[in-house]
């Protein structure tokens, strides 16, 4: 249990999504969050280009590495996307040691196209 609280601890960074050339949304990205909580507390985030992903029957999903991932409804996040570009925030669950999966803690949609 401690190791995993030392990993989300190390993974407590500014999400990569953030372009420091617009500190006017500084305040916007600390204070994000879905319905898991805050995005930048234990997951690093970044851009997601349009065709990596995609909603279909009001629910999203990701391609990340390489392999599709549905987007929990409560990882939405719900407010207007301030910086424009799709964002998620996945992060690495250890449900065991032998299986490791991605969950996305916050997914923010752009625009398409």
Do not use: Q
Not at 12 to 28: F, V
Not at 81 to 92: D, E, I, Q
């Amino acid at each position: 249990m401690m190791r995993i609280v030392l990993i989300f601890l190390l993974l407590c960074t500014p999400a990569l999504a953030h372009d420091p050339s617009h500190p006017e949304l500084n305040e916007w990205f600390n204070r994000l969050a879905s319905g898991k909580g805050l995005c930048c507390s234990f997951a690093d985030g970044f851009v997601v280009s349009d065709v990596d992903w995609e909603s279909k029957d009001g629910h999203y999903r990701v391609r990340l590495e390489g392999r599709w991932i549905d987007v929990p409804d409560d990882a939405v996040i719900t407010e207007p996307n301030r910086a424009g570009r799709t964002m998620v925030w996945p992060y690495t669950a250890a449900r065991g040691t032998d299986h490791p999966r991605t969950e996305i803690r916050c997914f923010i949609p752009g625009s398409m196209g």
